[in-house]
């Protein structure tokens, strides 16, 4: 039930934001975050700091990586220093892989995880992810794109069937969810706090059906 509270509580929060804005479209980011094995642990942690920042999460997967397939991620690194120590450390264990989506989604999650030495991020950001899931310049936990054609090779290299163009939402319809949507939800949501039952989903369609 917390889940979904939480689900609700941002959906209303994205289409407050996109209320705000003067631009006749607000494109829609997709990006992706990887949870890496030294942390697997904390999926469910991160999954909820991410929602409560607004993100939705579109896709999720947990996988276990070959190192040949950690190799092939992380190709663009290969020759540097780090390179073996890397593949090692990703492949050593599962990992969690999201495509989570918002307004500009990729600068906002950079800030969010914080810098790649998590040394750095915990002296510079000590509320980013890294700073407080990483260890240390090597294992940072967390894995986010770092641009727009980054995202767009990663997520196809995990989910090759999706879209990763950003979306344009048209004011009409974002207007239509801030009249329609957006009061009915948060009416559901708060009456489902209230009464606190037993099964929320049977609490909803019951409600529905009156």
């Given at each position: 039930?917390?889940?979904?509270?939480?689900?609700?509580?941002?959906?209303?929060?994205?289409?407050?934001?996109?209320?705000r804005e003067n631009?006749?479209?607000?494109?829609?980011?997709?990006?992706?975050?990887?949870?890496?094995?030294?942390?697997?642990?904390?999926?469910?942690?991160?999954?909820?700091f991410?929602?409560?920042?607004?993100?939705?999460?579109?896709?999720?997967?947990?996988?276990?990586?070959?190192?040949?397939?950690?190799?092939?991620?992380?190709?663009?690194?290969?020759?540097?220093?780090?390179?073996?120590?890397?593949?090692?450390?990703?492949?050593?264990?599962?990992?969690e892989?999201?495509?989570?989506?918002?307004?500009?989604?990729?600068s906002?999650?950079?800030?969010?995880?914080?810098?790649?030495?998590?040394?750095?991020?915990?002296?510079?950001?000590?509320?980013?992810?890294?700073?407080?899931?990483?260890?240390?310049?090597?294992?940072?936990?967390?894995?986010?794109?770092?641009?727009?054609?980054?995202?767009?090779?990663?997520?196809?290299?995990?989910?090759?069937d999706?879209?990763?163009?950003?979306?344009?939402?048209?004011?009409?319809?974002?207007?239509?969810?801030?009249?329609?949507?957006?009061?009915?939800?948060?009416?559901?949501?708060?009456?489902?706090?209230?009464?606190?039952?037993?099964?929320?989903?049977?609490?909803?369609?019951?409600?529905?059906?009156?």
């Amino acid at each position: 039930m917390i889940l979904n509270i939480i689900l609700g509580l941002e959906i209303i929060q994205l289409v407050s934001e996109m209320s705000r804005e003067n631009s006749p479209y607000i494109h829609i980011e997709r990006t992706l975050l990887i949870i890496k094995p030294d942390i697997i642990n904390y999926a469910d942690k991160i999954e909820e700091f991410i929602l409560r920042k607004g993100f939705l999460i579109i896709q999720k997967r947990r996988v276990h990586l070959t190192p040949e397939q950690a190799s092939e991620f992380y190709a663009e690194h290969y020759g540097k220093i780090f390179y073996a120590t890397l593949i090692a450390y990703i492949s050593s264990g599962p990992i969690e892989v999201l495509v989570i989506a918002r307004e500009n989604a990729i600068s906002i999650l950079h800030e969010l995880i914080g810098p790649q030495n998590s040394f750095k991020a915990k002296a510079t950001a000590p509320a980013s992810l890294r700073a407080i899931y990483g260890t240390d310049d090597q294992q940072n936990g967390i894995h986010g794109s770092d641009s727009f054609t980054s995202a767009e090779r990663e997520i196809r290299f995990f989910f090759p069937d999706m879209i990763v163009a950003p979306i344009p939402v048209r004011l009409a319809a974002k207007d239509y969810l801030v009249r329609n949507v957006n009061p009915t939800l948060l009416k559901g949501l708060t009456e489902l706090c209230k009464q606190k039952p037993k099964d929320p989903v049977i609490f909803s369609s019951s409600r529905d059906s009156m």
